[in-house]
Structures are given as C-alpha cells and as structure tokens.
C-alpha cells in the first residue's frame, strides 16, 4: 500500500512568494494532520482534519497560513506571502484510528 | 493543557549499552501513550504505544511502560545497535471518537556509535 505522499520533498522560494505544499492521505483514513518541525521549537501540530472538515485550526501561526481538504484524497497547506520564519520541515500525517498516525517524508522548506 | 516533557539530548552510546529517554506527562484525563521513531530524512513512524496505567508497550527490543503515579512513560532498551540511531519522541492522545490529535515532546536525538 501506498503511504502518505507529500509534495514536494524540496522547496526553495524568495520572501513574498506563496507556497504551497500538497499531500495525499492512505487510503481510507479519515483524519489528515499538517505538522510544522523546527529546530527551536518541536514538532508543533498545525491544523487537523475530520472526514474533511478542520477540527482543530488553533496551531496555525497567522492568517498567512491556509490549509484546505476538498476531498477525501487531498490536501493543501498554502503559504501567502511566506517569510524566512516559515523556513521548516512540513509533514502530513493521516490515520483511521487512534493513536498510529502515518506520517509522510516530509517537504522541506527554506525562505531566503 | 496537556503536554510532554522528554530528556534532553544529544544521547550518545556505544553498540551494546542500554538504553534509557525518559518523559513524563502533564494531561487533564487519562491519555494513551506512544513513543515515535524518526530516522534521518524521514517521517515519524510508531515505535509502540501503551492505552492505560500499567500497560507495557514494546517493539523492535524497545519498552515503556505506563506509570500513573509517577506521570511517565520511559522508553528503554537492553542493548542498543547502530541501527537505533534516530529522534525519539514521546507523545500522548486525548481524545473522544474518532477526533483527537497528538501532543508531542520535543524530541531526543540518539546516536550509537559501534
């Protein structure tokens, strides 16, 4: 089976530019989860999703930040404008029951 | 609100040493428990999980056990092989249904060295 596909792996961008970062869940899972990974501060949960509706948007930093699920096989987390702070590793994760999320590799980010 | 607090890193070991990261908990109900592996260039992935007090979850050599009174979940291991080098992350779910989410700790950073 297919795992959690993330694209893309690698995104370099100037300041201002909008990013946006696209992920593909496991199949029947109907939870998808961004998360943001810093040296300085963790793994920080972003935004959650139930069967495609967001339950949970309080880790979104600012209104810079968006992140759709239209349907039960996409999402999208958009950056608008970005900034260097934003530089990060982006992982989406999904799952279908507690506990076990299934993280994808990661799309890396970096904001000059 | 809930949170996990994990040792700090960098741990360093020789191929054959055991293996101790500590966390513990902070967290209003009665959580589950897992610890997370990640191995250079790669996502998380679960090492093993413990859903209520006293449950000992292990995997791949690796164990913790959940303690209540003392609000932890140390991972351990008897004897560490280079393959083990990765960040470890403690984390508890709270949750009703199918909504939940994961508090993570920070991570712990181990490197074996044979």
């Known amino acids: 089976d297919a795992g959690v596909i993330q694209s893309p792996r690698h995104e370099v961008t100037e300041m201002g530019q909008e990013v946006t970062l696209r992920c593909k869940p496991i199949s029947g899972h109907n939870s998808l989860f961004w998360y943001r990974q810093t040296m300085m501060r963790g793994l920080e949960l972003l935004i959650y999703f139930n069967n495609n509706v967001p339950i949970d948007d309080s880790g979104m930093p600012e209104d810079r930040f968006s992140a759709k699920m239209p349907n039960a096989s996409f999402s999208t987390l958009k950056i608008q404008p970005s900034e260097p702070r934003d530089s990060a590793v982006y992982f989406c994760?999904?799952?279908?029951?507690?506990?076990?999320?299934?993280f994808g590799e990661g799309s890396r980010l970096t904001v000059l | 609100g809930n949170s996990v607090t994990q040792m700090e890193g960098p741990v360093t070991l020789s191929e054959e040493a055991f293996l101790t990261i500590n966390c513990t908990y902070t967290a209003t109900g009665y959580p589950s428990l897992f610890w997370y592996v990640q191995y250079p260039g790669e996502g998380l992935q679960l090492l093993l999980k413990?859903?209520?007090?006293?449950d000992k979850g292990s995997n791949k050599g690796f164990e913790a056990t959940y303690r209540k009174e003392t609000t932890s979940f140390h991972l351990e291991k008897g004897s560490v092989q280079v393959s083990d080098s990765a960040v470890y992350f403690c984390a508890l779910s709270e949750g009703g249904g199918s909504n939940y989410k994961l508090t993570f700790g920070k991570g712990t950073l181990l490197t074996v060295n044979p």
């Open positions: 413990a859903t209520k007090a006293d």
């Open positions: 994760a999904s799952t279908r029951g507690r506990g076990e999320l299934f």
